[in-house]
């Protein structure tokens, strides 16, 4: 008697993951809607917490890192809908808590597949921070530098950082550079100099990397825009166009790679002369 | 009087041996497991939010941890002893109620001190050990976490004075809540229109405000706590715990143990 029931309890052991394996695969579409179940607004899940809200605000903080990582790396569609409310709710607990701002500002805003591409609800959040933490001038030159390379508002940019030169501890080039966005109206340049500040000032993590990926796209966007200029001057000289990138390199005007930073060819169209980012590359971006 | 207070020693003394070797010191060891995991895993998980966590963990477990201690040991102090009838031999001896209910807050007092001293130091080995500074701000809020534990064994034992120690502990896991939510009651008007002013106002009053002794965000955040403010946070727990303490003296000095 013992003994079957012991073989019948054995039997049953590789019952458990198997019907959890099917469980899953049925709550498969689900499963983002059930998560958002457990999010309640801010204020909600403060109140859970009376007195032990930063250490509720760090766990969330931690569950925001760990599903926009986890999104990032396993969900096929990335949309990233729990980043934003995972913001509010971190925030909403510990509204000094700088980083959560400036993260899911970030993530917010790059375009899919990097972030969400939803640009506006990240400069939200940053203007959420500036109203939370009203003293830090780097949320107010993050606000600033946002408004400038994703909305592309180089007058509003330029506001915002005239708002953070103000602020105590503020980096002296923050004027020169608001200033340089109104006479200019912004450029390539204008972008090099916010994301290189972004990334001298981020600490070694996934901000930092962020950083330094956007500088490769500037860079290879700048190789790309000067290759077509050079394209056409030798459509000037020569009196027709280059068939190919390769001709530059044997006419000798361009000794550098005709690949973008991350190894892939650049795209050249013939009937237009223009050099651009391969689209299938990680270093496109929608102009 | 010398002779009064050495034996309000001898049953804190007592009291100590006692809630140590009822293993309240084991929750140190799982501290040093958490901290040790945090100091380890927290810097890439938090994108370098480690030092705020370590901080907010240290405080928020000597926090929760004495809270339960004080409650769940606080309780059991006076009516275990009634229960359990060794109160009755003691009686006989030359110990007063008022020695024997003094000597044993005094005694789970010195517990949670020890508690408390030991996380602190836990969490400052956390903080070097990770290549961060020992901040010495941090003591601004140990302080008044150890001043809100005193006030918690203090009702513990007044409740556990007037009822069994289930109920007791109830009650003062009830009172601690509603300490901690004191601003709600406060502004219970926005939340239950209805509510007289006046009722809002007595309870704002009576129950503890446990919010009080709640400095952990400043101080991670390195903001100064001012002394004057510690020092009247001091007069609100010596002043409420003498009260509370006064109430359960009164209370078991009238119970009838025939």
């Not at chain 1, 030169?165 to 916010?194: I, N, V």
């Not at chain 1, 990397?209 to 290759?227: K, M, V, Y």
């Not at chain 2, 809100?148 to 009822?163: D, E």
Request: hydrophobic letters at 50%; aromatic letters at 10%.
């Amino acid at each position: 008697m013992t003994r079957s029931l012991a073989v019948l309890l054995l039997l049953l052991v590789p019952v458990v993951p198997w019907s959890q394996r099917r469980i899953d695969e049925h709550a498969g579409a689900y499963r983002a809607q059930e998560e958002v179940l457990y999010l309640w607004s801010g204020e909600q899940v403060r109140r859970l917490f009376p007195g032990f809200e930063a250490l509720a605000a760090d766990v969330y903080w931690l569950r925001t890192v760990q599903y926009f990582g986890g999104e990032r790396l396993f969900s096929g569609n990335r949309r990233f809908e729990l980043l934003r409310p995972l913001i509010e709710i971190t925030t909403a607990l510990d509204p000094r808590l700088e980083i959560a701002y400036r993260y899911g500002a970030v993530f917010l805003c790059e375009p899919p597949p990097s972030g969400a591409g939803r640009p506006r609800e990240g400069i939200e959040v940053l203007e959420e921070g500036t109203r939370n933490v009203p003293g830090s001038w780097r949320l107010r030159q993050d606000l600033g530098f946002f408004r400038f390379l994703y909305l592309h508002d180089a007058r509003g940019a330029a506001a915002e950082l005239e708002k953070a030169a103000t602020l105590p501890g503020a980096a002296f080039w923050l004027r020169t550079l608001a200033a340089d966005l109104l006479a200019k109206g912004g450029d390539l340049e204008a972008s090099r100099r916010m994301w290189q500040q972004m990334y001298d000032q981020a600490e070694e993590g996934i901000l930092r990397t962020h950083a330094e990926e956007q500088l490769s796209i500037l860079d290879s966007r700048e190789a790309a825009e000067r290759l077509t200029v050079l394209v056409a001057d030798v459509e000037q000289r020569r009196g027709r166009r280059p068939e190919q990138l390769e001709e530059l390199r044997r006419l000798g005007v361009w000794l550098g790679s005709l690949e973008d930073r991350a190894g892939v060819p650049f795209s050249y169209d013939v009937s237009t002369g223009k050099v651009s980012v391969a689209r299938d590359s990680p270093m496109w971006r929608p102009q | 009087m010398g002779d009064s207070l050495s034996r309000l020693a001898a049953v804190a003394a007592n009291t100590f041996r006692e809630t140590v070797r009822e293993r309240v010191l084991y929750n140190l060891v799982f501290f040093a497991i958490i901290m040790t995991l945090a100091g380890l895993l927290l810097g890439p998980l938090s994108i370098r939010q480690d030092e705020k966590v370590l901080k907010d963990i240290g405080l928020a477990a000597m926090d929760l941890f004495g809270t339960l201690i004080a409650i769940f040991i606080g309780v059991g102090l006076v009516s275990k002893e009634i229960e359990r009838r060794s109160l009755y031999p003691l009686l006989v001896k030359p110990l007063s109620r008022g020695e024997f209910f003094l000597g044993k807050f005094t005694g789970l007092a010195f517990t949670l001190l020890v508690n408390v001293a030991v996380m602190t130091v836990g969490l400052y080995a956390t903080l070097l050990a990770t290549g961060r500074s020992a901040d010495p701000l941090l003591l601004a809020a140990v302080y008044p976490i150890l001043l809100g534990l005193l006030l918690v064994v203090a009702l513990a034992m007044l409740f556990s004075t007037l009822t069994s120690s289930t109920l007791a502990a109830v009650f003062t896991v009830g009172v601690v809540i509603a300490g901690r939510f004191s601003d709600v009651v406060r502004n219970m008007q926005e939340v239950m229109p209805g509510t007289p002013r006046w009722l809002s106002g007595i309870l704002y009053a009576v129950i503890p405000n446990f919010r009080n002794f709640d400095f952990k965000d400043r101080v991670t955040y390195g903001d100064p706590v001012p002394p004057e403010v510690l020092a009247w946070v001091t007069v609100y727990a010596a002043a409420y715990i003498a009260v509370v303490l006064g109430l359960g003296l009164a209370s078991f000095r009238s119970r009838d143990f025939q």
